[in-house]
Every structure is written in C-alpha cells, then in structure tokens.
C-alpha cells in the first residue's frame, strides 16, 4: 500500500472519528437541553365548555400532554397560523392517545358553541382537541393568573403562545405558536414527554 493510500485512509479515520464526536455532542446537548424542561407552574382549576356543550375542567388533563393556547375565531392574523400548527402536531401525533389540545377562545360573547364547533372542523381531525369557552373574566385569570400569559384589551390581547402541560398538570414550557422553529422545538419536547412515560 502507498504512502498516499494510508495518509488518505488515516485521514478518512480521523474525519469519520470527529465527525461521530461532533454528533455524540450534538445528541448529549439536545438531551440534556429537553431533559431538564422545568416546571414554571402548576395548572389551576378551571372549568369551561367545549364547542360539543361538555363541561371540561383541569381534570381532562390528568394523565395527558397538553398543548394550550388561546384564540379567538374572527381574528386573522396569529390565530390561524396557531391552529394549522396545532393541527399539524394533532396529525404528527395522531397514534398517540397520550396527547391532548385546547384552545380557549379569548371571544366568547361572538364566539357560541356553535361557531366553535365550525372552527373546529376546520382544522381538527379527531376528538383530542377541545375548544372552550367560558366567562370572559374567568378566561382573563385563567390566562394571567393560570398560565402566566398576557390577557390585555382581548379579544385581540391575547398571547400567542403554546402552553405544554406535562401529566401531572405541570406547566413545562411556553413556545411561540407562529413560528415554525418553535412547533419542531415543541415536538421535539412532546416526544421527550412521551418518552419518559
């Protein structure tokens, strides 16, 4: 074998060697970054009614993962671009019956049963994604005081956050709901969730 042959082969050794190091970092990182998700809070007690006319309370979060957020039907600007990533996650985890969504609408003297459920078949596939409504004053403290999100001059005040609850009703991380880099940020932390049972 040349001398040309074994310095090309040494090399190709030590480039495959760095380039595992680099992905063994890479992959460490990224764990330890999702493993270590806090917990900013706990859920509070709230109750609210589907678009279907059901009651649900923090109860339905009991042994599920959560994804929140709050919306209004008439707006057009964040909260469609919200529910289509919303409805992208429900489709991404469509085989999973550990995951759950709720939008809260931040309207509900436009937004009836019967809009909600409207809106929702415009974006949801499956019986794991509630739209609720309630008292406005109950939605404003749920927002603020619940989950530390801003609930000024609503129903266009709204945040335009996501919400990750783990199953124990722990509030996990908040990602923005427009922005595709943080739905991946987001899936990447369900699957995290899911994975630690």
């Not at 270590?36 to 509070?44: L, Q, R």
């Not at 794991?128 to 001059?153: M, P, Q, T």
Request: proline share 2%; glycine share 6%.
């Amino acid at each position: 074998m040349s001398s040309l042959n074994k310095k090309l082969i040494l090399a190709f050794l030590f480039i495959f060697m760095l380039g595992s190091f680099g992905f063994y970092i890479i992959d460490k990182a990224t764990k330890s970054r999702i493993d270590n998700i806090g917990i900013i809070g706990k859920v509070p007690s709230f109750s609210l009614t589907n678009f279907d006319g059901t009651v649900v309370t923090e109860k339905q979060l009991n042994d599920k993962i959560s994804i929140i957020s709050f919306i209004f039907t008439q707006c057009e600007g964040a909260c469609p671009i919200m529910s289509e990533n919303m409805s992208t996650l429900q489709e991404r985890f469509a085989s999973s019956g550990d995951i759950q969504f709720l939008s809260i609408t931040t309207d509900p003297d436009y937004d009836t049963l019967d809009i909600l459920n409207e809106y929702s078949s415009n974006y949801s596939n499956k019986n794991n994604w509630f739209f609720l409504r309630g008292d406005i004053l109950d939605v404003i403290e749920l927002s603020e005081k619940g989950f530390f999100l801003s609930a000024a001059l609503l129903p266009a005040g709204h945040s335009t956050r996501l919400v990750l609850v783990d199953k124990e009703l722990n509030i996990r991380k908040y990602y923005e709901g427009t922005v595709e880099s943080n739905i991946f940020e987001l899936q990447s932390d369900i699957v995290t969730l899911l994975n630690q049972g």
